[in-house]
Nanobody, 127 residues
Framework: QVRLMESGGGSVQAGGSLRLSCVGPGNIVSRYVMAWFRQAPGKEREGVAAIGADGNTAYSDSMKGRCTISKDSAKNTVTLEMNNLKPEDTGMYYC?????????????????????WGQGTQVIVSS
């Protein structure tokens, strides 16, 4: 089990932007698949974006074009920049890693593949 720590959540108005960060131990950011998930009240946790060890990225249909996932291996940090936020983007955002994969697969954000999670950071988007 690894400890992931998210930060950067907050409250914004619709159309605003937020930058979320996730710090992991050691060199997991450079070696394994990292992803962001979110969970709205009463809904299941869903994938938002993922990045592989090679830098390849994947995005959910709902966030494609409105967010960018990136990583800084030297700082063991994965960042999710979100723009043009909508009220439906409200939820708890979690960082996760799959320590069995280095590269994205055909289903890069299947939550059952991720066994290491952070505590989450809250995002609230008001209309």
């Amino acid at each position: 089990q690894v400890r992931l720590m998210e930060s950067g959540g907050g409250s914004v108005q619709a159309g605003g932007s937020l930058r979320l960060s996730c710090v992991g131990p050691g060199n997991i950011v450079s070696r394994y698949v990292m992803a962001w998930f979110r969970q709205a009240p009463g809904k299941e946790r869903e994938g938002v974006a993922a990045i592989g060890a090679d830098g390849n990225t994947a995005y959910s249909d709902s966030m494609k074009g409105r967010c960018t996932i990136s990583k800084d291996s030297a700082k063991n940090t994965v960042t999710l920049e979100m723009n043009n936020l909508k009220p439906e983007d409200t939820g708890m955002y979690y960082c996760a890693t799959d320590l069995t994969r280095r590269y994205l697969t055909a289903a890069p954000m299947d939550r059952v593949d991720y066994h290491n999670w952070g505590q989450g950071t809250q995002v609230i988007v008001s209309s």
